[in-house]
């Protein structure tokens, strides 16, 4: 092969490494998700119990992410990336011995967290460096639809080796253990990117001046439809729709299903441009009065298309939000720009426990109904904000 021609191509294959790496990480996240039907069985939990366990990975997460942008961007993408990849296969080991005691359940989950809100936003500013000025689009697609898939992947894996294999709480950890180790031998062949380091900054959201307007204008409430509206497909409508009927296989299908449509809608989200965050606040607003009808009809059918379009609602913001970070941030606040980002959208993972919360205060129906309000008016301001700043 001429020496050009392999030129060209090592980019390409940095770029793919740098991919499959972060979905091998990716992967390990929702692992448990379905899984925590068994544990409501062998530790006794409550619904409250297991959307509590769910939505602390979210602290953990938001933790992380203060420090790990601004740390990036002055130690430099692969020495933050690597550990914290080697650490998520140990916490997938963690939870080994967590069937048995809930006090390891929570901790596996918050450092569930902490480490892939690292990993996330970092590898993705890694990607945006790594693709260069003209590929930004394209290493926000790649950022989103490996992450996605990975959420997509697990708990449909885990729920299907949980209920017909051996070792329901052991192999499905093991299983993502064995695929990181290729994730990790990827990720060694990637170049560092950050050249310049920035001097030590404070934790923080690290938002450079120009672009902190339209951040809290149009990036954060697109972030808070990413995870909001995919999680409460995947963990609560499961529980709510037919109490202790769902079994792990079916659980773990609904939820791959919504991640699943979470990334097919990340790749086509770029076709959309700047319609695709407000089309994904329309289509949560449809999946979560599907959503309501499987709640009042006790219709567990009406939880496949409601995962479908509350996942595609998710994947939209996801493509939305990354392609504005990559156009807003400057490169030496490049990580800590996309930290931001994932910051507001990390949140999302305490809706299903904030629903669940209120709902028992107030009644389920009265409670998911209301939450409609929210889809319909981000997409209401996101759709003028759009229009306004062209």
Do not use: K
């Not at 769902?246 to 991640?259: D, E, N, R």
């Amino acid at each position: 092969m001429p020496a050009a021609s392999v030129q060209r191509d090592r980019p390409r294959r940095q770029l793919d490494a740098l991919t499959f790496g972060l979905f091998t990480v990716a992967l390990g996240t929702n692992v448990p998700t379905p899984l925590l039907l068994v544990y409501r069985r062998t530790l006794g939990l409550s619904d409250a119990d297991i959307t509590a366990v769910f939505g602390c990975y979210a602290l953990g997460l938001i933790a992380a992410l203060t420090v790990s942008g601004t740390a990036s961007d002055r130690f430099g993408r692969r020495a933050v990336v690597l550990p914290f990849a080697v650490l998520a296969g140990l916490v997938s080991l963690l939870f080994l011995p967590a069937a048995e005691h809930l006090p390891l359940l929570y901790l596996g989950r918050l450092l569930q967290g902490a480490v892939s809100g690292v990993v996330f936003s970092v590898a993705n500013a890694w990607l945006q460096e790594l693709a260069g000025p003209d590929g930004q689009r394209s290493a926000a697609t790649r950022g989103a639809v490996s992450t996605s898939l990975g959420f997509a992947i697990a708990p449909a894996m885990s729920g299907l080796l949980a209920q017909y294999g051996p070792a329901p709480t052991t192999l499905p950890y093991l299983v993502h253990v064995a695929v990181l180790l290729v994730g990790l031998a990827a990720l060694a062949g990637v170049p560092e990117t950050v050249q310049a380091r920035v001097p030590g900054q404070a934790p923080g959201l690290g938002l450079p001046p120009e672009a902190r307007r339209p951040f809290w204008a149009v990036l954060a409430p697109t972030a808070i439809g990413v995870f909001a509206f995919p999680t409460v497909a995947a963990t609560l409508l499961p529980l709510l729709v037919v109490p202790d009927g769902v079994g792990v296989a079916y659980a773990g299908l609904i939820a791959g299903l919504a991640l699943g449509a979470s990334a097919v809608a990340a790749r086509l989200g770029r076709r959309a441009d700047r319609g695709a965050a407000p089309l994904g606040m329309a289509l949560a607003a449809v999946g979560h009065a599907v959503g309501v009808g499987a709640i009042v009809a006790g219709w567990q059918a009406l939880l496949l298309p409601a995962a479908a379009l509350l996942g595609a609602a998710g994947g939209l913001c996801l493509t939305a939000g990354l392609t504005l970070t990559a156009r807003l941030a400057p490169p030496h606040t490049r990580g800590a720009m996309n930290s931001a980002f994932y910051a507001f959208a990390y949140a999302g993972f305490g809706t299903p426990l904030l629903l669940a919360a209120l709902g028992s205060a107030w009644g389920t129906v009265p409670v998911m109904t209301g939450f409609l309000v929210v889809p319909l008016a981000l997409g209401g301001w996101l759709t003028r904000e759009l229009r306004r700043r062209g």
